[in-house]
């Protein structure tokens, strides 16, 4: 957790301090942020299989477009990086 995250729950910590109605809404948000974040790895997951059988079966017309339109949408998004990878097949 770098110091800007801890700046920011640390004024949450205070605000629910001095207002702890306001706990339950805060939950209902984070449960939402938990939410959103657990699909956005399900697509992730599917789109990286995907690419990944296209790039087994090699008889697959036009792979290489298909697999780096799904490397471009998720890098910079998780914790590998791609750019390697798309720069190759960009030049392909």
């Known amino acids: 957790m770098n ?3 801890h700046n920011f729950l640390n004024g949450v910590q205070q605000y629910i301090e001095q207002n702890p109605d306001a706990a339950a809404y805060v939950s209902d948000y984070v449960a939402r942020g ?3 974040s657990r699909r956005a790895a399900l697509e992730r997951a599917a789109d990286m299989e ?3 059988s296209v790039a087994i079966a090699k008889r697959w017309k036009g792979r290489e477009s298909l697999i780096l339109s799904k490397l ?3 890098n910079g998004n998780s914790s590998l990086r791609w ?3 798309i720069k190759a097949l960009e030049e392909v």
Request: net charge negative; no cysteine.
């Open 83 to 85: 750019d390697d990878e």
């Open 34 to 36: 938990i939410d959103a």
């Open 50 to 52: 995907v690419a990944l």
């Open 3 to 5: 110091l800007k995250h």
């Open 72 to 74: 471009k949408k998720w």
